[in-house]
């Protein structure tokens, strides 16, 4: 056998988990509800792995769940309504979309940069630039 041949019957032979690593992992939401309230406790950890400001995920978080909230000294962030940790989950998941992961590449390593008055969404591994709502 050469070494074509070699190749192509270890790649088929190798499992599929190893094909299909990621290296970014959506991160999912840890909370729980308290009365009327939802209590998100890794609120800051979400932001720091989305590597966004604090501020902006917060701000489309509560726009897209139509709900009132707040960050505590804690870190904590408390919305005022009861909402699921599946529907939150979808939420960052859209904001992962629309603000971190870039449309031509797919991966995360982007930035946003105002430019011309113009929220520019720009990509550090292939250079594209995407014009974004912030």
């Known amino acids: ?5 070699l190749l192509e ?6 499992p599929k ?9 959506m991160p999912k939401v840890k909370g729980h509800l308290e009365g009327n309230k939802t209590v998100i406790s890794n609120f800051n950890q979400i932001a720091q792995t989305l590597r966004r400001p604090i501020d902006h995920l917060l701000k489309f978080l509560l726009k897209q769940l139509a709900t009132p ?3 505590k000294r ?3 962030l408390v919305l005022g309504a009861k909402i699921s940790a599946g529907r939150v989950n979808q939420k960052v998941k859209e904001y992962a979309i629309n603000y971190v992961l ?7 390593d982007t930035e946003i940069k105002k430019e011309s008055g113009l929220n520019i969404l720009r990509c550090q591994a292939c ?7 912030a």
């Open 102 to 108: 870039c449309p031509q590449c797919g991966k995360p």
């Open 69 to 71: 909230g707040e960050i």
């Open 74 to 76: 804690s870190g904590l």
């Open 127 to 133: 250079g594209s630039k995407q014009n974004i709502k």
């Open 17 to 25: 988990v190893v094909h299909e690593i990621e290296r970014f992992e």
């Open 1 to 5: 056998m050469n070494y074509e041949e």
């Open 9 to 14: 019957r270890a790649q088929k032979n190798m």
